[in-house]
């Protein structure tokens, strides 16, 4: 069974900044795609960025191009989500994902675990 812990969310001014991580165990981490999620309550959980198993390919939602970015480290099995410019509206439960496959798009079907989220606040 996979296991994976956000940290890192809380309170920030809009134009600030928070990086997010998320620890994964119970499998062989490099081996598999990892992605970042977002919802709001009353709201369909939606992607926000994903990246293959070595780090090599990430894919971003239009609306955090270039300001967010999606990163690995394979040896402490540990994704980030390193969040800049920050804006009310991306104010959200982010959760991490754990992918079925190297690669790993939007689609919710592509995940095979989830965690338990944290609380990104974007103040205005």
């Known amino acids: 069974q996979v296991q994976l812990v956000e940290s890192g969310g809380g309170l920030v001014q809009a134009g600030g900044s928070l990086r997010l991580s998320c620890a994964a165990s119970g499998r062989t981490f490099s081996g598999y795609a990892m992605g970042w999620f977002r919802q709001n309550p009353g709201k369909e959980r939606e992607f926000v960025a994903s990246?293959?198993?070595?780090?090599?390919?990430?894919y971003y939602t239009d609306s955090v191009k270039g300001r967010f970015t999606i990163s690995r480290d394979n040896a402490k099995n540990t994704v980030y989500l390193q969040m800049n410019s920050l804006k009310p509206e991306d104010t959200a439960v982010y959760y991490c994902a754990a992918a079925k496959t190297y690669y790993s798009g939007r689609q919710f079907s592509e995940y095979a675990y989830w965690g338990q989220g944290t609380q990104v606040t974007v103040s205005s």
């Open positions: 990246i293959n198993g070595n780090g090599g390919w990430t």
